[in-house]
C-alpha cells in the first residue's frame, strides 16, 4: 500500500511540474459590418488570455476576457451619422500549437459569449441599446519565445457574434501581444 501511494504521489508530482501556464495580453486592429450601414466600423481590440498547456503538450485550454471598439460615420441627404458599438467578449479558447523550437504556430477556437452596447447619434436621431449573445470563432497565429519564459504573439481571430447591431454578425481582429510563460 506504502508503494502504491508513493507512487501517485510522485507521477503526480511529475504532472504538475510537466505543465505550462501561459498568460498574454494582446491588442490591436478589428473591424466588422454594421447593420444597415454601408460601410465597415473600424476600431481597435485589447485581449487577455490565460492558457494551461498540460504536459507541454501541442494542446493548451485557455480563457480569454477581451474589449473590443468599432465606430464608423457616413453623412446622407439628412445629415451626419455616427456609429459606436462596444463588445465584450469572454470565451474558452482552445489552442493547438505546431513547430519545434522557440517559434511555434498555432490555431485556435473561440466558444463564449458576448455583451455589446450601440451607440447611434446624428442630427436626426439618437439611439443606445444593449445585446449579448453568442461568440465563435477560428484563429491562426504564430508565437515567437525569448529567454525562456517570455514570448510575443501575432494572430488573426475571425469571429461570429449573433449580435443585431452586427450586419452578418462578423468581427475580424488582429493582435499583437507579448506574454509570459510560468
Do not use: C
Not at 508513493?6 to 511540474?17: D, N, P, Q, Y
Not at 481590440?45 to 504536459?55: A, F, H, K, L, S
Not at 485550454?61 to 455616427?82: D, N, R, W
Amino acid at each position: 500500500m506504502k508503494k502504491l501511494v508513493l507512487f501517485i504521489a510522485f507521477f503526480s508530482s511529475l504532472l504538475s511540474w510537466s505543465q505550462e501556464n501561459l498568460f498574454t495580453i494582446s491588442g490591436g486592429y478589428a473591424f466588422a459590418n454594421i447593420e444597415d450601414f454601408s460601410d465597415d466600423a473600424t476600431g481597435w481590440r485589447i485581449n487577455g488570455t490565460y492558457e494551461y498547456r498540460p504536459m507541454k503538450g501541442p494542446v493548451a485550454h485557455g480563457f480569454s476576457f477581451g474589449y473590443i471598439s468599432t465606430s464608423a460615420e457616413t453623412t446622407t441627404l439628412v445629415g451626419q451619422t455616427k456609429y459606436e458599438i462596444n463588445t465584450i467578449p469572454v470565451y474558452y479558447a482552445p489552442k493547438y500549437f505546431f513547430g519545434k523550437g522557440s517559434a511555434q504556430g498555432f490555431v485556435k477556437g473561440a466558444l463564449g459569449m458576448q455583451f455589446s452596447n450601440l451607440t447611434r447619434s446624428g442630427s436626426v436621431i439618437g439611439l443606445e441599446d444593449n445585446d449579448s449573445g453568442f461568440y465563435g470563432g477560428l484563429g491562426l497565429g504564430g508565437m515567437k519565445t525569448f529567454k525562456e519564459n517570455f514570448f510575443i504573439n501575432a494572430e488573426y481571430e475571425w469571429a461570429y457574434m449573433s449580435n443585431s447591431f452586427y450586419k452578418d454578425g462578423f468581427m475580424n481582429s488582429f493582435l499583437i501581444g507579448i506574454g509570459m510563460k510560468f
